[in-house]
């Protein structure tokens, strides 16, 4: 097993146990049953279950809680996320998976800041909405492009890059075009958090396992990238027709 990918197994390994370390401390708290100030009602279904988002939330809740003392913009972590996932993409050209996860999921986090600081401090707006959503293509495109250029040597492995991406792209198009329609449909097993943890812990797992079990660099990612070509395809299909047949 190469160095680097040892080293970050052992770093993913140490985050993880102190994740579930800590999710045995929310699910013995208070906190658990308390009601969340900060979320939104009509929010989307996540294939790991309600608890973890919940937990995650609670997790994340001092750094919420300084961002919010020292007035950091909501504006900011919109732009850390879009910045993060550009570097995500960088990172995976130049064949540094490790870093390239990393950077997936923090720019994940961060996007998930800057909606409760302005949930928190009353900024919620059209504009905020807007810039969200927007920014977070700009990350998930920045990502994708630099997984295209890791893949560039195989016409199968890069065909299965756009396909995500554009399976990606297609999930989001769908829930937005039918929400400008009056019809919202946040429905499928591929949304954003899914994609985000995929990707990513693909990127962090892959040159340990790889290396472990004496597979070609990469191929552990690519198999990821796989699954979220056929699951996010398969979402978008699925709103597509779940959002035509209620509208007239």
């Known amino acids: 097993m190469n160095t680097d990918g040892a080293t970050g197994l052992v770093v993913l390994i140490a985050v993880l146990g102190f994740a579930l370390a800590t999710m045995l401390v929310y699910a013995l708290s208070a906190a658990r049953s308390a009601p969340d100030p900060h979320e939104v009602a009509d929010r989307g279904s996540f294939v790991l279950g309600g608890f973890a988002r919940s937990w995650f939330y609670w997790f994340i809740g001092p750094l919420v809680r300084m961002s919010l003392a020292l007035k950091i913009s909501p504006t900011f972590f919109n732009l850390l996320g879009a910045a993060l996932g550009i570097g995500a993409g960088v990172a995976f050209a130049t064949g540094h998976l490790t870093l390239g996860g ?22 919620a707006s059209d504009r905020g909405a807007f810039l969200d959503a927007t920014l977070d293509r700009f990350a998930e495109v920045g990502a994708f492009v630099g997984l295209a250029v890791l893949f560039r040597e195989s016409a199968p492995a890069l065909a299965l890059v756009v396909t995500a991406l554009g399976g990606s792209l297609l ?42 079990v004496a597979w ?33």
């Open 102 to 123: 990393w950077g997936v999921l923090l720019g994940g986090a961060a996007d998930v800041f800057d909606g409760r600081i302005a949930r928190a401090r009353g900024m």
């Open 171 to 212: 999930v989001s198009y769908a829930r937005a075009r039918g929400e400008s329609l009056g019809v919202s449909c946040k429905l499928g097993i591929m949304q954003r958090a899914e994609r985000l943890l995929l990707v990513g812990l693909g990127g962090l797992l892959d040159p340990a396992l790889t290396s472990w």
């Open 216 to 248: 070609d660099a990469g191929s552990l990612l690519l198999g990821v990238l796989g699954l979220v070509a056929v699951g996010t395809v398969g979402t978008a299909i699925f709103r597509t027709v779940w959002i035509a047949r209620r509208l007239p």
